[in-house]
């Protein structure tokens, strides 16, 4: 007799878009983060390749428009979140009066222009990332997982963007005062540094973790048993769950069962299935492949 075989892959799933983000991970610091800069139309090839700089961020603001490169610019600062246009501000530390330092902060931050499930990265976060680079410099942030490319920076004064290929700033979640703090990046050397919140930095997204499971640590932390299965299977973890959705699907994509898990362990009936392969997708969350069976 055949039996049904389960397969975890590594996907993020947005319950209610269906999209899907591509994603890279650092087995060295755990996290998981966009495989490109926000706005990059592609994977850097290298650090000048110009396709993978993507958008240039005035810290805080929305996706409004004025991230693009073209964008044009105005000298009117704004006096709300969103300044209802496109244009680049300039001629001022911060886009916004008063500043507001709870922008951008945390998954569900104001003006968060991340996917789904994504947010910006904290300094310890950036840091971590830093630190596990082969070299302190341009060429270790490339030869990274991330593959930072070195896109320059647009200037809070002049709207110009410069130093492409020299230097690049990839922002943070994180505040000092009334500056920004960014992960500069030039052909000798990195570190965190503060910018003013009106220049325009590269954004790369990082996965949210809320749900307090590790990607690195998915073997200790989750297992699936049996597998293979004839009528039930397991969903258990070394830390409570709480709500989270997920979809068990065919090779074709078409849904078949939907439920949330709770607790330490969730029981999930398969019993109605015909036997072969399904995949089991949770809500903003990725596990790496794991394939049991004959």
């Not at 110009?160 to 920004?180: C, P, W």
């Not at 709500?243 to 398969?270: A, C, H, P, Q, Y």
């Amino acid at each position: 007799m055949k039996t049904k075989i389960l397969i975890i892959v590594c996907v993020l799933f947005n319950l209610t878009s269906y999209s899907q983000v591509s994603t890279v991970t650092n087995v060295i610091t755990g996290r998981t983060w966009m495989d490109r800069n926000l706005g990059a139309s592609q994977v850097a090839t290298s650090i000048t390749d110009a396709a993978s700089y993507g958008s240039l961020y005035q810290w805080g603001r929305l996706t409004d428009g004025h991230e693009l490169s073209n964008s044009s610019t105005t000298t009117v600062v704004s006096s709300s979140n969103n300044p209802g246009h496109s244009d680049f501000i300039i001629g001022s530390d911060d886009w916004i009066t008063p500043s507001n330092d709870l922008l951008w902060q945390g998954v569900n931050g104001i003006n968060n222009p991340c996917p789904n499930g994504f947010r910006l990265p904290t300094e310890a976060e950036w840091e971590a990332e830093r630190l596990s680079w082969t070299s302190n410099d341009a060429a270790g942030a490339f030869a990274s997982v991330l593959k930072l490319p070195i896109a320059g920076a647009r200037s809070r004064m002049s709207g110009a963007i410069g130093n492409v290929g020299t230097f690049v700033g990839y922002r943070s979640s994180d505040l000092n005062g009334v500056e920004s703090r960014n992960l500069g990046i030039s052909l000798s050397i990195a570190m965190m540094a503060n910018r003013a919140r009106a220049d325009g930095n590269c954004v790369r997204c990082i996965q949210d973790n809320s749900l307090g499971i590790n990607d690195a640590s998915v073997y200790n932390e989750l297992k699936i048993y049996p597998n293979p299965s004839n009528g039930f299977f397991t969903v258990a973890s070394e830390k409570q769950l709480s709500n989270i959705e997920f979809e068990l699907i065919d090779l074709f994509g078409r849904k078949l069962k939907t439920g949330t898990l709770n607790g330490l362990n969730s029981v999930i009936d398969i019993n109605d299935l015909p036997d072969g392969i399904y995949l089991l997708r949770l809500e903003n969350f990725t596990l790496q492949k794991i394939i049991k069976g004959k």
